[in-house]
């Protein structure tokens, strides 16, 4: 069971990046695929989006809503975040999260997104 985050890096305020979540090992249909970020210094993690294993219900934090867009592409069982008009308080460590009220859950490694002039 994996789940990999990548696309994160070093980008200016206002800019975007696409983060990419690859699922392996288990059947996410019925999960519920998350987005968590940790800002520098902070202990909770911050849920900023969710969809369905399906992509047909999705949900965007108030934080980052009009800003953030989850999408999945079941063809290549990746989840994405894409982000724009990032700002300084979008800084942190994303995590990809699949929740089932039933069967473990699973999180990734995380990937660090830095917004810096």
């Known amino acids: 069971v994996q789940l990999e985050e990548s696309g994160g890096g070093l980008v200016q305020p206002g800019g975007s990046l696409t983060l990419s979540c690859v699922v392996s090992?288990?059947?996410?249909?019925?999960?519920?695929m998350r987005w968590f970020r940790q800002a520098p210094g902070k202990k909770e993690r911050e849920k900023v989006a969710a969809i369905t294993g399906t992509g047909d219900l999705w949900d965007i934090a108030d934080s980052v809503k009009g800003r953030f867009t989850i999408s999945v592409d079941n063809a290549k069982n990746t989840v994405y975040l894409q982000m724009n008009n990032l700002n300084s308080e979008d800084t942190g460590v994303y995590y990809c999260n699949a929740l089932h009220n039933v069967f473990p859950n699973y999180w990734g490694q995380g990937t660090q997104v830095t917004v810096s002039s």
């Open positions: 090992g288990f059947d996410y249909s019925t999960y519920h």
